[in-house]
């Protein structure tokens, strides 16, 4: 068995190695301390004394994930998390590698975002202190199937949690989760039934919410706290974004208890900037570029009911890569009629989305399939009146795009 400290140094010496290459290396490390160290995270993340927070779902966990961290760093805890976007076993041994010191992890707590199937295999080794299930949605049939296949794997994560569970009241498949915590402590956070049409995939329950969504315009949002209510201006739009926030409130007040201040909370969450690729805006010679990463139907159809907008210019890219989920089948659950135009569809997939569009009578001016030739049409081909532009992608879309968006900006 090699030492927290050896496997420390010999992560950080394969990720400089692969960054020297060209690579990100963000999962790479961990991958190698896996092998050399089957025990490695449950060794150093055992010994942080607050534990650790798993956060999982279909939609929004990198967003809620940052939101939780930027508000336990307001009351002065030191947090880990893996905010590299690997949300796999590997990448938070990677993110743990990089913030060890002389192989210790000077930190009170770990939150992490871990995908639903990576989630049950973390748990089995570490059970968390506390856990947020976000919600079930249908995603790519090749990743994990059903639903009731991804509600199954969660309900696995809540069981093997220590201290308390944050459930969805109003997403169906996690709120009925709680029926077999009859055990632990489980709280939930949801929407007020008067915003039922702002999330057409999910349906109001009746539980007590001990942090509810009670209205919104743009990203202004009141919640009600144990009650009370309390408004803030976020800095993140859309209705699955004000939500998320509601989500973040809820695990965090379970995790400080008594030491949980609302209104402080409610300042510092006003304060959250979006996430990676997450409604992120780069300004390109005075042009606001926003990038929107768009993974699944019920996530896509979030985003253009509540992100959308008709006076920017409209981009598209698809791929389907393994990280994306290789059937791009799941575009045909995505209503595109409320786009009123294309300029440019990019990615792996051009002819299935030129396919959508044209099936849902939405006009699209050109098709490219290389992305960094796709992004410097649609910059300069200006429609009139529009002031910024908008680019909807998933996940290896996404990560090469904000790179190309970032090399412009600096010209």
Known sequence: MKSPLLVSLIGKTVAKTSRLKGGHGSALPGLVAEKLAPDFLRDVLGKLPRGVVVISGTNGKTTTTKMVVELLCETGLKVLTNDSGANMTRGVASAAIRKMKRGKLNFDIAVLELDEAHAVKFVRQIPPSFSLLLNVFDDQGDRFGSRENVAKLLATVAKNTRKAVVLNRDNAPIAKIADDLTEKEVAFFGFAPKLAPDFPDNEPGKK?????????????????????NYTAKLKLTGSFNVLNGAAALALVREILGEEFDAAKMIAALEKVQPAFGRGETIVINGCPVEMFMVKNPAGFRLSLRSQYDKSADTMVAINNNIGDGTDPSWLNDVDFR???????????????????????????????????????NFLTNNSAGASRKQIFGNYTVILPLRTILEKLAEK
């Open 208 to 228: 007590f919410a001990s942090v509810e969504l009670v209205k919104f315009t743009g990203s202004n949002a009141t919640y009600k706290i144990d009650k009370k």
């Open 338 to 376: 409320a786009i009123r135009e294309v300029k440019v569809a990019s990615g792996m997939c051009t002819d299935v989305v030129a396919k959508r569009l044209k099936n849902d009578g939405v006009k699209l001016e050109k098709i490219e399939p290389d992305l960094k030739k796709a992004v410097e």
